[in-house]
């Protein structure tokens, strides 16, 4: 695939691990939309591009910075940030321009990047707003299909035009927001402390690698792997198993303390709700299990790393990782 492919959230942490993907595996062109060109991690997107990436500076709620980067574009990857404006309404609306933007601009491929609907699968009892609008975005596409279909278009554009990859969260999130800290154990051993607020639910987590690579998959195999859309995770932990798995991968005495959801709402101001409202569907329902099929992901990645895998990977040793 020789493309040109414009990556919404590319100097980002997903966006940046799906471009050094696409570089990879694709020989597609790609066009970055940022804020500020000059950041730091604008820069750091640049210097892995080998010339193949072009930054186009401006900000995508403006209609024209819109329109020049899709008229930049034959094929799009689409990651919003929810937290640019703490809305799901905020990122539903904004998810809604940047698609009907691609479809007036005939994108040959879209691939949304969504996460699970929180309300949906729980009966409507957890609201995720970091799920939400993304998921919202994903039920519009969803819509349209049915629309295409009951009008029979031949060739619409939301059925096959559009893909839907839901992720989950980060193994690198341990690295940062969720790194374990130096403590003394309960049994009086020095080591790590993961104090995370994941009760006896079972957290579903997936590498960056691994999103990069499903996302250059969907391109190039453009909706080969059995469905339209895929929902992706490298594995299934509780609190108690990643202090597990990281003390017999790295040695270091470890253990898990629960982290109440009420400490989370009081102490991480604006969306510390939202953050436990996440802990709290993931304590309701195992996705990985009930939402997610790690054999067939497995059958189309045999690489997709568990967190065993991924701490080989990256040699990781429980310090934070600066981004
Ligand atoms: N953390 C996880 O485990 C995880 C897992 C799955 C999905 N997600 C979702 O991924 C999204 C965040 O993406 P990320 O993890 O790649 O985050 P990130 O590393 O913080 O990147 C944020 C991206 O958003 C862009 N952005 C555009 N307008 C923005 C604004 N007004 N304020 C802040 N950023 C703005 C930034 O571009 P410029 O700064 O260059 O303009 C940058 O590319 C969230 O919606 C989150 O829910 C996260």
Redesign the pocket.
Known sequence: MNDTILVV????????AVIERLLQATDASLVI????AR?E??SKVLALSEGRVRMVEG??SDDAHLDEVMSMADAVFC???????NSPVA?YTLGRRILDSAHTHGMKRFVY?S?DDALALTQGAIAVP?YDG?AAVAAYINLMRSEEMMQRVEEGWFSNNVSILT????FE?LTSGLAPSPATLSDAREGLRFTLPFGEGAYPMISLQDIGWFTAYMFAHWQSWGSRDLAVVGDRLTGRGIAESFEKQTGIPSEYQDLPLEVIIDSIPHVGHDLAAMSALFQARDITIQDRDLNHLRSLHPGLMNFQQWMVTTGWRGAPVS?
Do not use: I, Q
């Open positions: 959230g590319g100097t980002g942490l997903m966006g940046g939309p940022t804020r500020d950041s991690r604008a900000d995508l990651n919003t940030n929810f937290f640019a404006a990122e990047s996460l970091h993304k992720t989950a969260p980060y999130n981004p």
